[in-house]
Structure formats: structure tokens, C-alpha cells
């Protein structure tokens, strides 16, 4: 992918962080990357595609953290923690698909998809290693009700207050 569109994906996915979907144009994006609308049009030929591949990117970034933490040793729910705990501390946000998430039926199809695929891949993951479904959506939902929370209370520990439970 090019310098260029690598630049609107990360304009792209500020925007989304600081007013949602339908709080950013082309225009937005094409003055925060310093390039032409049609440069935007020309990578992205419309929102949704953008939307969408902003959310693929995000959803493979942070399915790749967590491996990583596996990797490295971590069980899969400390693995799946760090991960959440890393994003918050780095984006001072809220999960962008857990964003998405809550306008999911305001969302264009496309985009909807890639943010559902965010949290089918988690379960999914979840429950390849031993997990049962209850068990994933459990953790799931912790990890982004927790940072949801630290998020609104500007407050990293509510975070690691939320999550303690999940060992």
C-alpha cells in the first residue's frame, strides 16, 4: 500500500476516533493528509470503502498484537489484556471497532461487516484455545466495557480495575 494511502487510512481512522462515521467527509481527510479529494476518491472510491478498510486494518494490527503476547508467553486471556491495556494507553480511546460497534446499525454494510469480523475473529480465537463461546464474549466484553470506562472516566486504572477479574 502507498505512503499516500497509508496517510488517509491513519487521517481516516483519527476522524473516526473523534467523531465517529459520520463525523468526517473526504474533504476532512484530504486536508488533514494534504493531498486532493480525487487522491482520497483514488484509493478509497468511497466511505464505506475507506470506513471499512480503516476497521480491517485495526482489526489485523490488533489481531497481530495479541498473537504476539501469545508468543511471547502469555496465557491468552493476559495475551488478550495486554492487548486492550496497549491500545488504550497508546490511543487514549476507546477500541475502534467497540466505537464502530455501538452505531453498528447507522454503519453501512461494508462497514458493519469488518467491525463484526473484528469481534467473530476474537471469539473465534478465544475459543480455538480452549475457551467455550459464553467464556470469549465474556472476555470480550469485559475487555471493551473496561475500556470504554477508562476511556469516559479519563482514567487508565478504571481499566485495570475492570479487567482484574479476568486474571
Request: hydrophobic share 45%.
Amino acid at each position: 500500500m502507498s505512503d499516500t494511502a497509508q496517510a488517509i487510512l491513519n487521517a481516516a481512522e483519527e476522524r473516526i476516533r473523534q467523531a465517529g462515521y459520520n463525523g468526517f467527509s473526504f474533504r476532512d481527510i484530504a486536508a488533514d493528509t494534504g493531498v486532493k479529494s480525487s487522491s482520497v476518491h483514488y484509493h478509497f472510491p468511497t466511505k464505506e470503502k475507506l470506513a471499512a478498510a480503516v476497521a480491517r486494518r485495526y482489526t489485523d494490527r490488533f489481531m497481530a498484537a495479541v498473537e504476539d503476547h501469545i508468543t511471547a508467553g502469555d496465557d491468552v486471556t493476559s495475551a488478550w489484556r495486554r492487548a486492550f491495556g496497549e491500545a488504550l494507553d497508546r490511543d487514549g480511546r476507546m477500541c475502534l471497532c467497540g466505537a464502530l460497534a455501538a452505531t453498528a446499525h447507522d454503519l453501512a454494510d461494508e462497514v458493519r461487516q469488518e467491525v463484526k469480523r473484528f469481534f467473530v475473529l476474537g471469539i473465534d480465537r478465544l475459543m480455538a484455545t480452549g475457551c467455550s463461546r459464553d467464556a470469549a464474549i465474556r472476555i470480550l466484553a469485559t475487555l471493551e466495557g473496561a475500556m470504554l470506562t477508562a476511556t469516559v472516566l479519563d482514567d487508565r486504572s478504571a481499566f485495570d480495575s475492570g479487567t482484574t477479574a479476568l486474571g
